[in-house]
T-cell receptor, first 117, second 114 residues
Framework: AQSVTQLDSQVPVFEEAPVELRCNYS??????LFWYVQYPNQGLQLLLK??????LVESINGFEAEFNKSQTSFHLRKPSVHISDTAEYFC???????????????FGKGTLLTVNP | DGGITQSPKYLFRKEGQNVTLSCEQN?????MYWYRQDPGQGLRLIYY???????QKGDIAEGYSVSREKKESFPLTVTSAQKNPTAFYLC?????????????FGEGSRLTVL
């Protein structure tokens, strides 16, 4: 069984400041990792994902996350946030099973990022 | 455009009434899911279906029912047996077997019980 822990339920920051949203996971097998973003009263949108290869993955709007296998972490970072980044962010994990039977994501409880002017 | 369509976006019901939330996808995905979202609790899986005419209970299936008669459709019924149905409901789909687990979400349906 897998689990995901998002260490901060809320993160308030000022505009143009850097931010890190922390995510740790637990799994007995290899994993795929995802960050989703949710704006108020909307569904979740994929922000970025780690499947294999380079441990640093980037999104088109300046976020990046680094897969750290030894620390079982996948923290999300942005060097300078904007007001429009205010949203809830969810970390999620799925396991890489042999035979390709991969169909369930396990989500963290979310981190509400609030960017203040 | 390919995607997932949920309807209605907002729904009000009286206690004791059943209500059905619609979810349609045109992504040709095999797997579909229903999640419930409450403030501070993240997403909790209600039901999922990997193939037509088959579905499995998730973590909080009590008081809910689903059907999967067509590949593109996965409606959720919130029954009167659900003790606290007021919540935001999210439908999702994924390619299924052989995929990475990545989910594609609809815009959600907000149910309020009066």
């Amino acid at each position: 069984a897998q689990s995901v822990t998002q260490l901060d339920s809320q993160v308030p920051v000022f505009e143009e400041a850097p931010v890190e949203l922390r995510c740790n996971y637990s799994s007995s097998v290899s994993v795929y990792l995802f960050w989703y973003v949710q704006y108020p009263n909307q569904g979740l949108q994929l922000l970025l994902k780690y499947l294999s290869g380079s441990t640093l993955v980037e999104s088109i709007n300046g976020f990046e996350a680094e897969f750290n296998k030894s620390q079982t972490s996948f923290h999300l970072r942005k060097p300078s946030v904007h007001i429009s980044d205010t949203a809830e962010y969810f970390c999620a994990v799925s396991d890489v099973r042999s035979g390709g039977s991969n169909y369930k994501l396990t989500f963290g409880k979310g981190t509400l990022l609030t960017v203040n002017p | 455009d390919g995607g997932i369509t949920q309807s209605p976006k907002y729904l009000f019901r009286k206690e004791g009434q059943n209500v059905t939330l619609s979810c349609e996808q045109n992504l040709n995905h095999d797997a579909m899911y229903w999640y419930r979202q409450d403030p501070g609790q993240g997403l909790r899986l209600i039901y999922y279906s990997q193939i037509v005419n088959d579905f499995q209970k998730g973590d909080i299936a009590e008081g809910y029912s689903v059907s999967r008669e067509k590949k593109e459709s996965f409606p959720l019924t919130v029954t009167s047996a659900q003790k606290n149905p007021t919540a935001f409901y999210l439908c999702a789909s994924s390619p299924g077997t052989g995929g990475t687990g990545e989910l594609f979400f609809g815009e959600g349906s907000r149910l309020t019980v009066l």
